[in-house]
C-alpha cells in the first residue's frame, strides 16, 4: 500500500522561502514520478512541478518558474522536496504531493485535475502574509 506525506508547510512573510517534503512509502523500486500540486480558495488545483524517476524528468508550471525547485534526495530516495523562493500571497494554497508509476509530461494539460496520479498526500497548508 502506498503511502504519502507531506511536511513543511506554515506561515513565511512575502519574499521569504520554504522547504516542503514528500515522503513516499510503498514503491517496491524507486521508479515513479512525484507532483506537487496547489489549491487555494475557491481556485482550482494546479500543477507547481513534478520530478520523475530519470535524470532531467522535470516539469514547472508557469507561475512558478524560476521561483520553485524540486529535487529528490540523493541518498533517501523515497523524498522529494520543492523549494520554494521569493513567495508572494498569491502562492498562500493547500500543497499537496501526489505519486504514481508515470514520467513527468511536458505538457501542462495532461495534469489537468490531477487524474495522472493515484496517489495523494494529505495536503500542507502555506500561507503567505505579513
Known amino acids: 500500500q502506498v503511502q504519502i506525506m507531506e511536511s513543511g508547510g506554515g506561515l513565511v512573510q512575502p519574499g521569504g522561502s520554504l522547504r516542503l517534503s514528500c515522503t513516499t512509502r510503498?514503491?517496491?523500486?524507486?521508479?515513479?514520478?512525484a507532483a506537487w500540486f496547489r489549491q487555494a480558495p475557491g481556485k482550482e488545483r494546479e500543477v507547481v512541478a513534478c520530478?520523475?524517476?530519470?535524470?532531467?524528468?522535470?516539469?514547472y508550471g508557469e507561475s512558478v518558474k524560476g521561483r520553485f525547485t524540486v529535487s529528490r534526495d540523493n541518498a533517501k530516495k523515497d523524498i522529494v522536496y520543492l523549494h520554494m523562493n521569493s513567495l508572494t500571497p498569491e502562492d498562500t494554497a493547500v500543497y499537496y504531493c501526489?505519486?504514481?508509476?508515470?514520467?513527468?509530461?511536458?505538457?501542462?494539460?495532461?495534469?489537468?485535475?490531477?487524474?495522472?496520479?493515484?496517489?495523494w498526500g494529505q495536503g500542507t497548508q502555506v500561507t503567505v502574509s505579513e
Open positions: 510503498g514503491f517496491v523500486e524507486h521508479y515513479y514520478g
Open positions: 501526489a505519486a504514481d508509476k508515470v514520467v513527468c509530461p511536458s505538457t501542462a494539460s495532461y495534469y489537468s485535475g490531477g487524474a495522472l496520479f493515484d496517489h
Open positions: 520530478i520523475g524517476s530519470a535524470d532531467g524528468n522535470i516539469f
